[in-house]
């Protein structure tokens, strides 16, 4: 069983290896509570995932390490893996998801590691990581479910209440279970009046569902930007960890996430992934009782791709109300166009694209559809400008 002991045994082992990340004031979120965020964006290898598998090899055997090392990672475990393996003089050998992105792909490369790339999500690149374990002898490194890496990941709590004193909640994110195992372990064992809330993307609630359910629960399939937290089912330590030291489990969806990568970038200068930014989602739209506490969500990760940040970046704006395409119906005459582009710069928006549409279907003989995407404040002002152009006569459809 776990215990606090080994927490801070890992504790000491990964001074002087892992960055002690900073927890920085995150007022400009204006989320109704006193926020702050553990900044595991920072880390080396732009994840905590350092800490559990840097610590989980360092206590091999000699006879361990001569055999090397194998994992299975949607790209950030494989990161740290890559990293405390070469650090050690050890060979280790990465199974990723087919679709893992490029950039996590190539950085666990770099960190020195062979990467086996297996079609499928993670839980396809776990059946052949165990497959190559059996075969040549290997000591697999569990990004979730084993205790030393939980221990490592533990070391999260111990900072947080060593940084921040007088928390009074922490808010993790979860996808196979093992950084909340460790930080709410930690927690709960040392200060346990504090409050240990965890996240899952809506796309992927398995550790929420078998909470809810009683039993570890085996999703047939997972689909959340969050790739970082894609996981069918929790592990059996990690649940029973939750189970016995985590207050309660919420989801998000993939637009809340999208939302909260957005605020993070716009209004705290930090760049998180999709499972990076799930607590911040999930204390943005309240969906934890945690107004006027003071409050730490944990960014654990920000190795986001390039490709997908931008796509993210468009989601964020639409459901952040900072982007809106208005569809409107139009007589096809002299000044129609004039007199909605008036309307709209009168009420502050800016008109980023225009399509005017004579040829439709649906319009009347003599009508045409103008589309308009505009940059607003909000919603409130998405509402005020539809507000405006129907009192001015216009057929607003969208």
């Not at 990161?79 to 050690?88: D, E, F, M, S």
């Not at 040549?136 to 070391?155: C, K, M, N, R, S």
């Not at 309240?286 to 990760?301: A, D, E, I, W, Y």
């Not at 809106?324 to 710069?345: E, M, N, R, W």
Request: overall charge negative; hydrophobic content about 40%; some cysteine.
């Amino acid at each position: 069983m776990l215990n606090i002991s080994e927490i801070f045994n890992a504790a000491a082992v990964l001074k002087g290896v892992a960055r002690k990340t900073d927890i920085i004031p995150a007022n400009r979120l204006d989320c109704g509570c006193d926020l702050y965020l553990k900044t595991e964006n920072l880390q080396l290898t732009g994840s905590f995932k350092l800490r559990g598998a840097y610590y989980k090899i360092s206590q091999l055997s000699d006879e361990e390490k001569a055999k090397g090392v194998i994992a299975c990672s949607a790209g950030n475990h494989a990161q740290g893996v890559a990293l405390g393996a070469t650090h050690n003089g050890i060979k280790s050998l990465i199974c990723l998801p087919a679709g893992a992105p490029i950039s996590k792909v190539e950085a666990t490369k770099g960190y020195g590691a062979e990467v086996c790339l297996v079609p499928g999500v993670y839980d396809d690149a776990y059946a052949k990581a165990i497959e190559l374990q059996k075969e040549h002898g290997y000591t697999f490194v569990h990004p979730f479910d084993d205790e030393l890496v939980i221990a490592g990941q533990g070391t999260i709590g111990l900072e947080i209440l060593e940084q921040l004193p007088d928390v009074e909640a922490v808010v993790v994110p979860i996808g196979g279970g093992g950084l909340i195992s460790g930080v709410a372990f930690a927690i709960k064992t040392l200060r346990p009046d504090v409050k240990v809330y965890g996240v899952q993307a809506a796309g992927a609630p398995s550790m929420e569902r078998s909470i809810h359910e009683g039993t570890p629960v085996h999703l047939d399939s997972v689909s959340t930007i969050a790739d970082g937290i894609a996981v069918k089912q929790p592990g059996e330590n990690t649940y029973e960890l939750c189970k016995q030291y985590v207050d309660e489990i919420v989801t998000v969806n993939d637009d809340e996430t999208a939302a909260a990568i957005l605020a993070l970038m716009e209004r705290q200068k930090v760049v998180a992934e999709g499972a990076g930014a799930v607590a911040v989602a999930a204390v943005m739209f309240h969906k934890l009782p945690v107004n006027g506490k003071k409050v730490v969500c944990l960014v654990s990760g920000g190795n986001i791709d390039v490709n997908t940040l931008n796509r993210v970046i468009t989601r964020g704006l639409a459901k952040s109300g900072r982007n809106y395409t208005f569809i409107i119906d139009l007589f096809d005459k002299p000044g129609q166009l004039s007199g909605v582009l008036h309307a709209i710069a009168d009420l502050g928006a800016n008109v980023i694209s225009v399509t005017h549409e004579r040829i439709n279907t649906t319009a009347e003989i003599n009508g045409c559809t103008i589309r308009l995407e505009l940059e607003t404040r909000d919603n409130a002002h998405i509402d005020e400008i539809r507000k405006s152009l129907m009192s001015s006569g216009f057929h607003v459809m969208n």
